[in-house]
């Protein structure tokens, strides 16, 4: 059976190239507005949810956790608001590595929400630096245009 890609973190190379005019939001994309638009909506989603997760995580609230966690795993827009036809479209305009960046991201939050049902704090933090780490290597491999901090870092020549 095949998992249906949950598209939360596609977002990222979508919304965070959007700030650069030299790397329109979806440039290498062929995406219609609305599916960007939807992307770029549930990015923002996605931020405020990591910061929900670490405050919650550093103050033991595992309700909150749990829920948002969750609520990440299963996206906040895109699986309730794309049509078919837009989930289509989004599919086959993302590259494989992508799509494997944003299985591995969700599978982590998944992971998050069950830790913190069982009230494992240790494990949360754990499953919590991953999922961050999922950010980052999302950010570096399709976003280093708005994260240049990721970019190819080149000492300068040594010169006295």
Known sequence: MRKPLSLA????????????AEHPAGADLHLSTQVRSLLQ????????GTQTLAIALASADWKTLHD?????????ILNK????????ELEHAL????????????ARAEKLAH???ARDHELAAF???????????????????????????APPAHGH
Do not use: W
């Open 9 to 20: 973190a596609a977002s990222l190379l979508l919304a965070l190239t959007a700030a650069h």
């Open 41 to 48: 909506q549930e990015m923002r989603e996605v931020a405020r």
């Open 68 to 76: 948002t966690a969750a609520m990440i795993r299963s996206s906040y």
């Open 81 to 88: 608001q794309l049509s078919a036809a837009q989930k289509h």
């Open 95 to 106: 590259p494989a590595g992508f799509k494997q960046l944003d299985a591995e991201f969700h």
């Open 115 to 117: 830790a913190a049902e």
């Open 127 to 153: 499953h919590y630096s991953r999922l961050l780490e999922g950010c980052a290597a999302c950010h570096s491999n399709h976003a280093k245009a708005r994260f240049p901090g990721f970019a190819s870092f």
